[in-house]
């Protein structure tokens, strides 16, 4: 035992081999110390960093600084009657039986005894140790540089991080002055179970690096980008000097490092270094100039070239490569850019770009039966994986028994099809879309490669790692950070917690979060990172009560509501249709109804939250997230404009009898649909000279040398398009039929201005003159519906349409970032329905048409409008592509009616007209 004035260098093992009686320890005492934190002389850095957490904490609870003793072997008296914390390995837990070589890989104890009273030579001790490094440097608690590297073994760490929580209540919900809940006594006694365990999974890695830094601030604690006024308010805010000290940004940053540095390693950030990336990335700097033959065939060579994968020198070098690692080389003497170290495996991945190898090796490999997904698939992975295997058996021939690690990404994210991966590597499963449930079959395909891998990896023993994209927020919001424009919050607890329930029943050993996701999902993965066992929901009630209070109610019901509205598949524009970052986050998920809901869900939350710090945490959360929601909000109304929409037939109070045909007249401001249009326009050819330029984001419209409109519009992107001349389509059948001629159509790659005709050619791409039997059959046009029909035209013949026929040119060799289309039109009968003259297809690009009756109008991007018809509020009809403008209400009830048009375009913006009342006999 273990005595109270005893000699340690006297103690007998022998004398401890009974069970620990676990009972309540006092460490303080009415605002006194009755405890000491026990230490070796020198203890390693982990237990010193451990006591130094440990004495801090208990401070904060009771305001009392426990002392802190290092303690020898040898002859050193015990000194004191007081209970021992003893931290980490020392004589006194090594007289107890207890070494840290006994310790598995990150396990740890926490073990309770009480003295026993009969035994005056029995001591009260609390055991926190665990596997430490041997690391015995100094340790300075105020200088982040000195603490435990984040991959170091630091069990006892871990150990004090367990015990605070699970004993005394202390809670760490984010880095900032009021994310610590300590809670406040006078007297603290402790008790409890002991516990022996590790955490469940062995890495633990987030950020890029890991040392996520004051990058968490970005992104996490706040969604501001870092040179926003809102992110600096939040950091001061969030890391306020105490009182005292000097009020500047270079304070709160200094003590924002630290915090952030001391909050991960509280949330058991790190374990095992086992991390992969493009570690080939280098090659074209290493030997772009030396062995040109090892890289892509039949692709441009540059610095994101890919290699041959087949080439045996390749192999041989990355073998190579291998053997240096293995024998001491570190990353960045191999060119690696991101400097991997042992014990990290050695990694083999190809560089982060498209454009394999098309010579006829690695074409042979290629998987053409792929999965119907544009991302995460095996096309490659025969290529790739049979790369690396090569690679892994060579390194075998001089290393046997040593490792690599690849990814499974991208193109190669699928198992392999033709052969098993070699026994010695180790993967890591790269999540594409792991924060992105809304996007339903790209996720559930994901979720099922990485079951997977999980199955492989049970079969053939080796170590699965996740690589987890939760960034969905910061490339949605990259193009426009110059705007200032800040993300809709993306919430997916409930999805992160799914994921962690399939890595722990599939066996991953740990993962890697590229890019962290905002609170309080930060929260939940630190969690359920530590134990998958965790309840999701549990974690959410501990974090929105400890820090909000009473306010909990109204935080957590806006946390649920925008989890929901991120999740929900219906709340994002279809897949098929180009949408930019700001108009998904603002226009389709952060609705100006639901921005309502949150406004007033804030608004009870402050009305609550009264006291401290419950107060300050609704501070916080309206400066680093609510307020950025608003300015994103904000700036995607002064960017985007609703579209106008007006019921131009019938009339008011027209008297309709049989079918009421609606007109309607539509004018999205946006790069929507109609951008430029003229009602007025007489029968007979014109001379019509259409204009888009991307840069410029105008397009105009000239009808006989006149400019009769210029609108803005966003390019789609898209080049060497479908030409469809005369109709289009909408599913399989032609809608927009065009009722007249078409002749003489050029399309040019420059922007004719002034009176939009050149002189000469004007630089045309393309000239078809449609005289009957010309380039018609050299650029094999097909006609689809009635066949070819010719007409007079301006000069010969001119190809003419009678409303069911369309011309369809494979590729038009015309882009939609800037052009010109020019052509003459004879709108020779009045349209019945809208029509398409010129355009591209699908929607996609640019537009010249005719409205119902008789005009011109012309469109870019023309996609995603719906139109909704109502009658008495009830929808009668729905338009989703041409002809939008016009409708037949063909069951038309006799009596009065109020009709009105609904659009909505891409960009989530909608209009409802002004009713028109009318009667139907």
């Keep these: 035992m273990i005595g109270a004035r005893g000699v340690l260098g006297s103690l007998c093992l022998c004398a401890f081999t009974f069970l620990s009686r676990a009972g309540e320890l006092t460490l303080v005492r009415d605002g006194q110390p009755v405890a000491t934190i026990i230490v070796a002389d020198p203890p390693t850095r982990a237990a010193a960093f451990a006591a130094a957490e440990l004495r801090h904490h208990v401070e904060r609870m009771t305001g009392v600084a426990l002392p802190i003793r290092r303690l020898a072997g ?18 006194a837990t090594a007289a107890l039986g207890l070494h840290v070589s006994d310790f598995g890989p990150q396990e740890y104890l926490i073990r309770f005894h009480q003295a026993d009273r009969s035994d005056p030579s029995d001591r009260s001790y609390l055991i926190l140790m665990g596997r430490d490094k041997q690391d015995f440097g100094e340790l300075d608690y105020a200088a982040p540089g000195t603490f435990p590297d984040f991959f170091d073994e630091q069990g006892t760490c871990y150990a004090v991080y367990d015990f605070l929580e699970r004993v005394c209540g202390v809670r760490w919900f984010n880095p900032t002055d009021y994310g610590v809940v300590c809670p406040r006594t006078r007297t603290l006694t402790v008790a409890g179970p002991d516990v022996r365990r590790s955490p469940h999974f062995k890495m633990r ?43 500047s940004w270079h304070v709160s940053h200094t003590k924002a490092t630290r915090n952030i540095s001391l909050f991960q390693r509280r949330m058991r950030l790190g374990g095992e270094r086992q991390l992969c990336n493009h570690s080939m990335a280098g090659y074209y700097g290493l030997y772009g100039k030396s062995h040109p033959d090892w890289f892509a065939q039949g692709q441009p060579f540059n610095a994101g070239s890919q290699l041959c994968y087949t080439h045996t020198g390749v192999v041989a070098r990355v073998a190579a490569d291998a053997r240096a690692y293995y024998d001491g080389a570190i990353g960045k003497d191999l060119g690696i850019f991101w400097n991997p170290r042992l014990p990290n495996t050695f990694p083999i991945e190809p560089p982060d770009s498209s454009g394999m190898c098309l010579c006829d090796a690695c074409r042979a490999l290629r998987n053409d039966a792929i999965a119907p997904v544009p ?49 010695n590597v180790d993967v890591q499963f790269c999540f594409a879309h792991a924060q992105q449930p809304g996007k339903t079959f790209q996720y559930r395909h994901e979720l099922e490669l990485a079951r997977a891998w999980g199955d492989e990896a049970a079969a053939s023993g080796r170590s699965l790692y996740a690589w987890l994209y939760h960034t969905a927020w910061s490339f949605a919001i990259n193009p426009f950070y110059q705007n200032r424009c800040e993300p809709f919050p993306p919430y997916t607890a409930h999805a992160i917690a799914a994921q962690f329930e399939l890595f722990r029943r599939c066996n991953y050993r740990g993962m890697y979060f590229c890019g962290l996701c905002p609170e309080p999902d930060a929260y939940v993965v630190y969690k359920l990172m530590d134990d998958p066992t965790q309840d999701v929901d549990d974690l959410l009630d501990d974090y929105f009560s400890g820090l909000y209070g009473l306010a909990a109610a109204p935080m957590k019901e806006f946390y649920l509501m925008a989890e929901r509205i991120w999740s929900d598949p219906a709340n994002l524009p279809p897949a098929d249709i180009p949408v930019e970052g700001l108009a998904i986050h603002w226009g389709w998920l952060g609705t100006g109804e639901r921005m309502t809901a949150f406004s007033n869900l804030m608004a009870r ?44 037939q019938p009339e008011p109070g027209a008297v309709c009898t049989g079918v009421v045909d609606v007109v309607v007249g539509l004018r999205p401001y946006n790069s929507t649909a109609i951008g430029v249009w003229d009602q007025n326009v007489t029968p007979g050819w014109h001379r019509v000279v259409a204009t888009h330029d991307a840069d410029a984001m105008e397009s105009r419209l000239f009808i006989d040398g006149e400019l009769r409109g210029t609108a ?19 599913g399989d059948s032609v809608v927009g039929a065009f009722r007249g001629a078409v002749d003489d159509l050029r399309l040019s790659p420059t922007v004719w201005h002034a009176t939009g005709i050149p002189d000469g050619d004007g630089g045309a791409a393309i000239r078809l003159p449609l005289d009957e039997a010309s380039e018609l059959s050299v650029v094999s046009a097909v006609a689809h519906g009635a066949p070819l029909a010719w007409t007079e035209g301006v000069s010969g013949r001119a190809l003419s349409f009678d409303g069911a026929s369309t011309v369809y040119l494979p590729k038009s060799g015309f882009s939609d970032r800037a052009g010109t289309l020019d052509c003459w039109v004879n709108i020779r009968d009045e349209q019945p329905q809208g029509g398409n003259i010129v355009g591209t297809s699908g929607g996609y690009g640019f537009h010249l048409l005719t409205p119902r009756g008789r005009g011109i109008q012309y469109a870019v991007r023309t996609h995603g409008l719906q139109v909704d018809y109502l009658v008495d509020g009830q929808v009668v009809g729905t338009r989703t592509c041409w002809p939008y403008t016009s409708f037949s209400w063909t069951n038309a009830i006799p009596g009065r009616h109020e009709l009105a048009v609904r659009v909505r375009d891409i960009y989530g913006l909608t209009t409802l007209s002004a009713p028109v009342t009318i009667r139907v006999r």
């Design 605 to 648: 939350a402050k009305a609550v939250a009264t006291d401290e710090p419950a107060r300050s945490n609704v501070a916080l959360f309206e400066i680093g997230t609510w307020e950025g929601m608003v300015a994103g909000r904000r700036q995607f109304l002064e960017r985007f404009k609703a579209p106008d929409v007006v019921v131009v």
């Design 205 to 247: 890695g987030a950020g890029n690096p890991t040392y996520y830094g004051m990058g968490y601030e970005h992104g996490v604690g706040s969604l501001w980008d870092t040179k926003s006024p809102g992110y600096t308010q939040y950091v001061q805010k969030a890391h306020a000097p105490l009182p005292g000290e000097p009020g």
């Design 375 to 423: 991302y995460s698939n095996n096309e490659w992975s025969d290529l790739v994986f049979g790369f690396v295997n090569r690679a892994t058996a060579a390194l075998q021939k001089t290393h046997p028994g040593k490792r690599t690690m690849t990814l499974a990404y991208s193109g190669h994210a699928g198992l392999p099809t033709r052969f098993a991966l070699h026994p």
């Design 74 to 91: 040898g002859s050193e008296e015990a000194g004191d009657d007081g209970a021992w914390i003893l931290v980490g390995e020392s004589a």
């Design 712 to 730: 803005g519009y966003l390019p789609a992107g898209s080049d060497n398009m479908e030409l469809r001349i005369g109709g289009n389509w909408c």
